[in-house]
């Protein structure tokens, strides 16, 4: 799913530098700690460390606490999804999903118009 989604913000224009990958929240925390990113694309169900624990531990981050996180997750739990609103993410996409959901988040988030759910 990873390469599928890297690909498809790839045909969706967007310049993409380095692109790092992480298979749960705690992996992706410790790649926060050596390099800086723009922008953070999560699941909710993570082993290991899972999406609202990894929000969680951003959040505390006064740096990296304000990169931008869309989730693109199966989940559909309207309280877990508050809860990640709550927890400061800026766009949701449900798998399964169309490469156009993916770009047009990016550009309302890259555009910085942080201005509702999708």
Known sequence: MRKV?????????????ECWEAGNGQEALD????CWVDLILADLNMPVMNGL??????KKDEIRGHIPVILITTEGSEKRLEEAYALGIKGY???PFH????????TRIMEGTHDGRN
Do not use: C, Y
């Not at 989604?5 to 530098?17: A, D, H, N, P």
């Not at 624990?53 to 951003?58: F, I, K, N, S, Y």
């Open 5 to 17: 989604i890297r690909k498809t913000v790839t045909i969706s224009g967007f310049e993409v530098g």
């Open 31 to 34: 790649i926060l700690h050596s």
């Open 53 to 58: 624990e990894m929000l969680r531990e951003l």
């Open 93 to 95: 996409i449900q798998k």
């Open 99 to 106: 490469p156009e959901a993916i770009r047009d988040v990016l």
